[in-house]
């Protein structure tokens, strides 16, 4: 599965894909198995996403001009993908609302990180979001890689999932990219130390922010307390597991000559794409949204 490469493989095309999910059918409040911790923490993770994916394009955009042809068009692809990530997640945080849950808390602490970073300099909201697309492709390797993170999940909602990290995959090595190229001038040095201390942080501000969001949907749900964080912690760090199987990718990430696609992870994409026939008719989007 893997090979070394210091780059975006030569024959990688970013090819965003304009599907919609969810809107024929209504979607069950505990969509995920029932199982109040699994939905709770899916849909904190979706929360961010309308908000904080607009956030990274914005961020990435600001580097556009200087850069390669090829970076350049990768940008482009990778805008209209995140794009249609935002829209997508947006009507799927509206079906969650018309479910009974309430998002406006984790909206607003989504809302204040980000009002944070926009007050930095340009190149800080491009660390930032260099960070945050290494940690959104490794959790989407690890959801496409282990079908037991999505098993007993409503089919269709399920499938936005899937979708969603297909993308995240393709495209996670613009925004490093596009990093790479905006810090070329800076020592060897001040690029790992400055992508290390963003990366620390963003870590910890998503670790405690999932993890309260999470809570706070579980809670509308009746279930608080040690109860709560059992069954949350459990769910996070043993059974599935999700964060205790990304560590040693994120781990990666600090390494001398790291590059998103020194693990290139491109087979999760083809066993996606066979097995989701709807791409293949879907409309492909060429340019920017
Ligand atoms: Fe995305
Ligand atoms: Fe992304």
């Known amino acids: 599965m893997a090979t070394t490469t210091l780059t975006a493989p030569e024959d990688l095309r970013i090819t965003p894909r304009d599907r919609r999910f969810g809107r024929e059918a209504t979607t069950p409040r505990l969509w995920h ?29 600001q580097f556009r001009d200087g850069a390669p042809p090829r970076l350049a068009d990768e940008i482009k692809a990778f805008t209209t993908q995140e794009a ?23 909206e607003a602490r989504v809302d204040e990180r980000l009002a944070l970073t926009r007050g930095r300099p340009p190149i800080v909201s491009l660390a930032a979001t260099m960070a945050l697309e290494h940690f ?67 870590t ?11 809570l706070e949907l579980m809670r509308q749900d009746g279930v608080t307390g040690m109860k709560a964080w059992a069954s949350l912690l459990t769910y996070l760090w043993v059974r599935p597991g999700m964060f205790r199987k990304i560590a040693g990718a994120w781990l990666g990430f600090f390494l001398p000559g790291f590059h998103p696609w020194t693990i290139d992870d491109r087979h999760l994409l083809a066993a996606y794409d066979a097995t989701a026939p709807a791409l293949a008719s879907s409309k492909k989007v060429r340019g920017a949204a």
């Open 33 to 61: 198995g029932a199982r109040v911790e699994a939905t709770a923490l899916y849909n904190a993770l979706s929360t961010t996403f309308p908000a904080g994916e607009a956030f990274f394009v914005e961020s990435v955009r």
């Open 84 to 106: 249609i990530h935002s829209r997508e997640h947006d009507a799927f945080n509206r079906r969650a609302a018309e479910s009974g849950y309430d998002l406006s808390a984790l």
């Open 136 to 202: 959104t492709a490794i959790l989407a390797h690890e959801l496409l890689a282990d079908p037991r993170h999505l098993a007993g999940a409503d089919r269709e909602t399920a499938d936005l999932w899937r979708w969603h990290a297909c993308e995240e995959i393709e495209h996670k090595g613009v925004a490093y990219d596009t990093w790479l190229n905006a810090t070329k001038g800076w020592s060897r040095w001040k690029r790992w130390s400055v992508k290390a201390r963003v990366m620390l942080l963003v």
């Open 204 to 214: 910890r501000n998503f670790v405690v922010d999932r993890t309260a969001g999470a």
